[in-house]
């Protein structure tokens, strides 16, 4: 039997175990010119949580009682299309599903002796092109300028961090626990780190670790974390809005200060986007992602958490926090 | 004797009379390499507001007991100045004095041929340039494209209205009176104007008349009407961030939704500026809107106060949005 993992409620609030059901499937059939496929790794996101409401957004909602999608491994078991062999890895946006059929379409061929497969998930996929894309082409980091970046030892923000000191920056993390601030200092090379939930006065925090203001905020999170840093930022700040992970369960609209006489004072710029609006920079952020990899300038931490049953408490644990790195499912 | 306006106390809130005050002053000497100026025009502006308070801003704050400073047009009526000679017309930012010496130096010379000498303050001034480049350089308009205009009656709103129009955009702007409504369609040529003030659902106001969302919103007043704009906006939408004259006034820190999550939704961008950020624009811009002037395409308005003494009753005037177009004290 087949298992996959269908939305069974719209979460309210964050999200339950009770929202998500694991059903069992006939074994899919595979027709000419089509492959059958195995799951070897899923991506849980947090953005994943927006996709589950039926709010208009860039993406259709799921929908109910249909298996969910998101970044997957997978390994070619049978073949029936002449692209693709048996023993392939590939990757795609697929459903959560132990074994799927595919047309072939979309299939990116992932080659396991450059990088583990898990990492075509994260440093050199998805994630990593969040990373990339948003702090190059919004950020516009200069060599001496301060980035702060919130959300700073999950999958995207330890990158930025990185990207940052090699682009030549000051860069300061903000994380939720001592054992991620030490992470952020020592593994990933930040130049201070804060850990929010032992910090009374984020504000006061920021200012000392970012003497000169800040330049560039990377802002994974939102909320009253990114208050405290909005109030610290200098003419002309980049803030880079990639993720707002404090308000995604939300159940009313989230309150807070209002941001106009703030940009019109730092003649400052907020811009929200998502990883495909960047889609002509792929090939350059592949490229340089992966030469930054092998000359060792680059790490990536992963959580990796085992068995497909696992996968929806692995997706609500993004929300306390429970990853370092990225978030991985093996099956 | 020779009158000069002086800030008395910090406002609380909207301004009072109060808060300023007319002194008498000596009639300033003029020593060689001067000029003596007398005022004939004053420009009061709402971003006025933010230099009375002793926040720290992109302009250091007004002194207390010190005449405040603006836009002004004087004419030359003494000269020391081998640059100037008496009958010159001539502009800066200068003190609210009826008469003050310059150097010359930062001086403007206008020539009343070309356009009347207020328009020097309005729309071939800050007032244009401001208008001109916020649009231009922030909200990028495309022909075929939608563009909101929040304050739309006042000096900058009207002007950017009329850019839009000829740069080939569907433009809607917001105003406080049916007078103005009707003003901004017959006058500025605007294809739809809404009245915020007999408007009970503004949201649905805009979406009615933006049928295609909003592109661009060029915004001059934030708070609520901001809100409702932000609620009609396009996938890649650019908020030209030019003024919150609805929130200059408050008394503690406005709260309003979090823009965060509309902003990744949307991949949208909000962004503030004071127009000497584009200071590298100004010969295009002049050059521009004179050539737009002159063959007939723009049109202005203004509301002219007389007497040095109604400087501060014209400037509170603003909150209420007693103008139309450009506030003018004509002394």
Redesign the interface.
């Known amino acids: 039997m087949n298992k996959a993992i269908i939305l069974k409620n719209r979460p309210k609030g964050t999200p339950q175990l009770s929202d998500f059901k694991t059903i069992e499937k006939e074994m899919p059939k595979v027709q000419q010119g089509e492959v059958l496929l195995k799951t070897l790794f899923v991506s849980v996101d947090p953005y994943l949580r ?1 996709r589950m409401s039926d709010a ?3 993406v259709p909602p799921f929908e109910l009682d249909k298996p969910i999608s998101s970044g997957i491994v997978a390994e070619v078991v049978e073949s029936k299309n002449e692209n693709f062999k048996e023993g392939d890895f590939v990757s795609d946006r697929l459903d959560w599903k132990e074994f799927q059929v595919s047309t072939g379409e979309g299939l990116q061929k992932l080659d396991p002796s450059i990088q583990p497969l898990s990492a075509y998930l994260g440093i050199i996929g998805m994630t990593g092109m969040t990373a990339y894309t948003g702090l190059t082409q919004i950020g516009k980091p200069k060599a001496g300028e301060t980035i702060v970046v919130s959300g700073a030892a999950g999958a995207v923000g330890s990158v930025v961090g990185q990207i940052g000191k090699i682009l030549g920056c000051r860069v300061i993390g903000i994380a939720g626990s001592d054992e991620k601030v030490e992470m952020l200092k020592s593994k990933f090379g930040f130049d201070e780190a804060i850990n929010y939930n032992t910090t009374k006065d984020m504000n006061k925090a920021i200012a000392k670790a970012a003497p000169n203001g800040v330049d560039i905020y990377y ?1 994974n999170v ?2 009253t974390i ?1 208050d405290a840093v909005h109030r610290n930022i200098n ?2 700040a980049r803030v880079v ?4 992970i404090s ?2 369960n939300a159940t009313e ?22 990883v495909s ?1 960047f889609s002509d920079k792929f090939a350059e952020g592949t490229q340089q992602l992966g030469q930054w990899l092998k000359e060792g300038k680059l790490q990536y931490e992963e959580t990796v958490v085992e068995g497909f049953e696992s996968i929806p408490q692995a997706f609500i644990d993004l929300f306390s926090g429970k990853n370092k790195g990225k978030m991985i499912v093996k099956i």
């Open positions: 927006g208009e957004s860039y802002d939102g909320g990114s003419q002309f809005v990639c993720g707002a308000l995604y609209l989230p309150m807070g200060p209002r941001v106009e006489g703030l940009l019109i004072k730092k003649s400052a710029l907020m811009q929200g986007f998502i609006d």
